[in-house]
C-alpha cells in the first residue's frame, strides 16, 4: 500500500465530502483494489481515527548502532 500526493483534481472519495482530493492511497492487493483519494481534512481524520488502535513504532536509536556503522566508512 502507497500513499502519495496528488496533483490530479479528483474528488474526495470519502462520502458527504466534496473536497478535491491531496492524497492518493494506492493499493492493487489487499482490501480494495485501485485507489482512493482523501482530501487533506479527511486524511488527518483519518490519520486520528487510526491512531487510536495502532500507534508508529519508534525508530531505531540514531546514536548508538547508527554512528558506528558510519565510521566503518
Ligand atoms: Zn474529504
Redesign the pocket.
Known amino acids: 500500500m502507497i500513499v502519495e500526493k496528488t496533483k490530479n483534481k479528483i474528488k474526495?472519495d470519502?462520502s458527504g465530502?466534496n473536497?478535491i482530493a491531496d492524497y492518493c492511497i494506492v493499493n492493487k492487493k489487499f482490501i480494495f483494489d485501485g485507489s482512493v483519494y482523501?482530501?487533506d481534512?479527511?486524511m488527518r481524520e483519518l490519520y486520528t481515527e487510526i491512531g487510536k488502535f495502532i500507534v508508529p513504532k519508534n525508530l531505531k536509536p540514531i546514536y548508538k548502532k547508527g554512528v558506528k556503522d558510519e565510521q566503518k566508512f
Do not use: D, I, K, T
Open positions: 474526495c470519502a465530502c473536497n482523501l482530501c481534512s479527511c
